[in-house]
């Protein structure tokens, strides 16, 4: 059975303070890992997809690595508006739905 | 810009009652998918479709069923509420569903 384990479940940073969020996967065949930030209330919002071992992605304070057993997002000098949940879900061969990660829900104090 | 529309934000009913969350997306995408997401269990799903008139069963398909007669519209079906299906419903669509809605805060009293 497929799983997906998230680290921390919360995090608080000071505002500037870099830090990372880890997932770990157990996959078969993995064929995506997804990352998404989710708002309170609101659907989760589409970050990145990485499919090999080395990718990374980045998009303004966020950068996304892939190993074969685990994501990161990394978190550069963060700001308030970074505050969110942040999800983690990994897709595998020959099956097309994601199984999800419970979120590291993440607080930036200024 | 990938948009996802669910139907309604907030909604209440009464247990027993047949209720219908709607989706629709805009990218002629052939994957549909309807979650729920409750605290500490994260996402589960419920249905997913792969093509009109195509459905299958995700993880928790009880009490639920789905229906898609077009490719841009994926309904999700509460045949009889319960108090236990209280959560909030998101659909999403596109390559194995990466693309979510607003969702839907649901309440069964």
């Known amino acids: 059975e497929d799983q997906v384990t998230q680290s921390p479940e919360a995090l608080r940073l000071q505002e500037g303070e870099s830090s990372s969020l880890n997932c770990s996967y157990t996959v078969s065949g993995l064929r995506g890992l997804f990352w998404y930030r989710q708002d309170p209330g609101k659907g989760p919002e589409f970050l990145f997809t990485?499919?090999?071992a080395g990718e990374e992605k980045e998009k303004e304070r966020l950068k996304a690595t892939l190993t074969k057993k685990e994501s990161f997002l990394h978190i550069t000098a963060p700001k308030p508006e970074d505050s969110a949940t942040y999800l983690c879900?990994?897709?595998?061969?020959?099956?097309?739905?994601?199984?999800f990660g419970t979120g590291t829900r993440l607080t930036i104090i200024p | 810009d990938v948009k996802v529309t669910q139907s309604s934000r907030y909604l209440v009913k009464r247990t027993g009652e047949k209720v219908f969350l709607e989706c629709v997306q805009d990218m002629d995408h052939e994957n549909m998918f309807w979650y729920r997401q409750d605290p500490g269990l994260g996402l589960r799903l419920i249905y997913f479709?792969?093509?009109?008139?195509?459905?299958e069963k995700g993880d928790i398909p009880e009490g639920y069923s789905v229906s898609r007669e077009k490719k841009e519209r994926f309904s999700l079906i509460l045949e009889s509420a319960s108090t236990n299906q209280t959560s909030m419903y998101l659909c999403?669509?596109?390559?194995?569903?990466?693309?979510f809605g607003q969702g839907t805060r649901l309440t069964v009293v």
């Open positions: 990485l499919y090999s």
């Open positions: 479709s792969y093509d009109v008139k195509m459905k």
């Open positions: 999403a669509s596109g390559f194995r569903g990466a693309f």
């Open positions: 879900a990994g897709g595998g061969f020959g099956n097309e739905k994601l199984t």
